[in-house]
């Protein structure tokens, strides 16, 4: 099936530093390119997402890359803080082996990332 | 207001029973899925359904039986649990359909241990 591949899989930054979660995808297809957040015990949420017409997003201190010709994205977070503490998900659309003109999202295996005080 | 809710939060169970998960979202979205996340945090497609019809089922074994009585609930049966079934069981939901994508909305999650 169609895969992403997501590094590092854990991230420790101080705090106040940038952290960068870099992600890969083989499907040529996909268009939409979604990151979650996910507490501990808690469900993932969407934090922002990226479509392949634009090639950079920014909300605050969050921002997301996308490199269509290289097939990768990346999720920035400027002035971290312990609250950013969490796993990250990237995902891409990806087509479905299940059924013709059928998509799933495809999700890379996350990244633990710590923000120390 | 819960947008998309699960029942139970927790299910302790022995091998070779049946159980089911509820999924109910109050979003007004025509697709619902079913995600399972093992002990690796690993979050994997299982079911999805567009306006009661099964459109994803991605080699998830036959045990486990997807049902949409309406476009606003996706349940999960699961027959003769396995210790491997031991697993976080997501549902989510979104506005979505043909090429463009939307946000997936998560429930809260159903932990399940198999004994």
């Known amino acids: 099936g169609e895969n992403v591949e997501q590094h590092p899989s854990t991230l420790s930054v101080q705090e106040g530093d940038s952290a960068v979660i870099k992600c890969t995808y083989s499907d040529s297809a996909s268009n939409y390119f979604p990151w979650y957040k996910q507490e501990l015990g808690k469900r993932p949420q969407l934090i922002i997402d990226?479509?392949?017409?634009?090639g950079e997003k920014k909300d605050q201190r969050i921002a997301v890359t996308l490199n269509k010709t290289a097939k990768h994205f990346s999720l920035h977070i400027t002035e971290t803080q312990p609250e950013d503490s969490a796993v990250y998900f990237c995902a891409a659309k990806t087509r479905s082996y299940s059924g013709a003109g059928s998509y799933q999202l495809t999700f890379g295996k996350g990244t633990k990332l710590s923000v120390i005080p | 207001d819960t947008a998309v809710s699960q029942t139970p939060k927790y299910l302790v169970t022995q091998m070779g029973n049946d159980k089911s998960i509820k999924c109910e979202q109050n979003l007004g979205h025509d697709t619902m899925y079913w995600y399972k996340q093992d002990s690796k945090k690993f979050l994997k497609i299982m079911f999805s359904y567009n306006n009661k019809e099964l459109i994803i089922n991605e080699t998830v074994p036959n045990r486990f039986s997807p049902k949409s009585p309406d476009k606003a609930h996706l349940n999960l049966h699961i027959n003769s649990l396995e210790l491997g079934d031991s697993a976080v069981y997501f549902c989510?939901?979104?506005?979505?359909?043909?090429?463009?994508?939307?946000?997936?909305?998560f429930g809260p999650g159903t932990r399940l241990t198999v004994l």
């Open positions: 990226i479509r392949s017409n634009v």
């Open positions: 989510a939901s979104s506005q979505d359909g043909g090429t463009v994508t939307y946000e997936q909305f």
